[in-house]
């Protein structure tokens, strides 16, 4: 007779016994929120898990908008209606450097630091002014003056005098406005009596 069942239920046993002593459990919660840390540590002889509630986000460096000269050049463009030689003046460059940023070859080379500050000083002027115009003002930025100052020679100055350049925009805005709505025809009239002789 084969006597190697015995022993087949004896390695058994030993293999089952043996994998109970060696056994470890850890709970992971399996939906962890996409802000949270899991971080596992040896205390003792076993295994633990802990969830860590810390927020990633206090952690991150904030995020900045990047934006590079080429594109605040061309919002300024947009954004006043102005030819570049008036573009290049704001910017206190020349025309064909102005060239140079409107085609976005500005990465090809590096940038002035004078140049670099002066563009972020006008995009946080132009942030400042952007509600006060539905449209760009165009020509009116060189032809609208107050104090002897036009909002163009406001934007060109050296050293960019906020609250005067906010002043000029918001009284600029209002006579583009006021012009704006009083160019517009009197819809009162139907077809019908533009039409009919009398």
Known sequence: MWSST??????ATSVVLSSLCFSTYA???QNIPENKIVQSDRSGTAWQYRLIAQE??????????????SEIVKR??????LPNKDIANIFLVSRQTIQ???????TSHT??????????????????IKDNFEKSPGAMAKNYTIDNSSLLDLLSAQNLEVNKIQTISRELGKKLSSTASSDQPNNNETL???TRTV
């Open 6 to 11: 015995s022993s087949v239920g004896k390695t």
């Open 27 to 29: 709970e992971v919660p």
């Open 56 to 69: 990633l986000s206090s952690h991150a460096k904030p995020k900045a908008d990047v934006v590079s000269i």
């Open 76 to 81: 300024a463009k947009v954004q006043l209606g």
């Open 100 to 106: 140079t940023y409107l085609k976005g070859s500005d």
């Open 111 to 128: 940038v002035n630091n004078q140049t670099k500050n002066r563009a972020l000083h006008v995009l946080e002027v132009l942030e400042s």
């Open 192 to 194: 019908f009596d533009l």
